[in-house]
């Protein structure tokens, strides 16, 4: 394994480190030298599993899969086979994000208040940037004076162009001007921050629609990415909110963010299992940094890794 790739790891697992306490040691502990699993053992694993959030019928399928295996493959340590398990089940939801495939590649941000839309525009800005790609961003947000200055600290910071309008302005308009001004500088990306928040849902669904309406008219295929942000620290509310969305808008990826420092972690397999939108990006801090793309193989050895303290 490269060095990067190791360090990649080290890095996700002080990250996931609370996760991997609540979920994974926990049942180590349960599953040591191997037991038979008793049906009071499987109550106590089941229980583990769903305060880790991964979701009473997600927990239910992993016992059911940790069972299959346990019986047949006698010789493999527990762990190994905890392991396999939530493997196999994440790689359900595995499909990278490509903002290759398109000139320019329109990417449209959703998300309720709070869960990291703002900040995850920046991370992904700054990640495109890096690798010399011209990105411009869309103050979508019109909503809150905030955003948009919040954004434009952060396109200051990365050195990206922000289109922005005023306070109260038609969202729709902000983006029509955002994808004129992409045409004629030749961006490769576009990244559209939207409202998590407006006096009602029926108001924010609509001008969500609208938006996307918009982009479709000018560029087509567009929004080539529909991106949820969730909050792991929500728990099992996030595959509600997952749902809605989709439901409303039409999803193609999730963002799952703030998955340091939450013993909640188990919530990507919940979303992995449940839903069948694929997670493609995780974000693992505040830092510009800390945003990844998700590999469930990377994934599970970070989360079966015994974190070093202060890394
Ligand atoms: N620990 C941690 N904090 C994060 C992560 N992503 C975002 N945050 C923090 O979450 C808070 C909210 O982030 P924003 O990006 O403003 O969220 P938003 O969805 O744009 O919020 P609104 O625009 O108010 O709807 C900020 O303090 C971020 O630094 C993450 O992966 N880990
Ligand atoms: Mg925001």
């Known amino acids: 394994m490269s060095e990067n790739k190791q360090n990649w790891i080290k890095r996700l697992a002080h990250g996931l480190s609370k996760t991997h306490n609540s979920l994974i040691k926990r049942i180590d502990a349960l599953l040591w030298n191997r037991p038979n699993l008793s049906p009071e053992l499987i109550e106590e694993l089941e229980e583990t599993l769903i305060l880790a959030d991964c979701g009473v019928q997600t927990s ?59 900040t995850t525009i920046a991370k992904m800005a700054n990640r495109l940037t890096d690798q010399g790609r011209h990105v411009i961003l869309i103050a979508g947000d019109t909503f809150r004076a905030a955003a948009i200055e919040q954004l434009q600290i952060w396109a200051d910071s990365i050195n990206v162009k922000l289109i922005k309008h005023q306070i109260g302005s038609d969202p729709s308009a902000v983006v029509f001007d955002g994808i004129q001004a992409a045409r004629t500088r030749g961006t490769d990306c576009v990244i559209v921050d939207t409202a998590g928040r407006l006096h009602t849902k029926k108001n924010l669904v609509a001008e969500l629609e609208k938006m996307k309406k918009v982009m479709g008219r000018e560029i087509q295929g ?71 793309d998700f590999d469930p193989h990377l994934f599970v050895d970070a989360l079966f890794e015994e974190s070093e303290a202060g890394f």
């Open 60 to 118: 239910s399928l992993i016992i059911t899969r940790l069972k299959e295996r346990y019986e047949n493959e006698r010789d493999v340590p527990s762990c190994d086979i905890l392991k396999a398990v939530i493997l196999e089940i994440l790689q359900k939801a595995y499909a990278p994000l490509n903002t290759a495939s398109f000139k320019p590649f329109v990417m449209m941000v959703l998300g309720v208040n709070g869960v990291g839309k703002t």
């Open 222 to 292: 567009a929004p080539h990415e529909t991106l949820l942000v969730l909050d792991a620290t929500t728990g099992q509310n996030a595959i509600q909110q997952a749902r809605e969305f989709h439901q409303k808008i039409g999803l193609t990826g999730i963002a799952l963010t703030k998955l340091d420092g939450t013993a909640k972690g188990g919530i990507i397999i919940s979303i992995a299992n449940e839903l069948s939108i694929p997670v493609k990006l995780i974000g693992i801090g505040e830092g510009i940094d800390d945003l990844r």
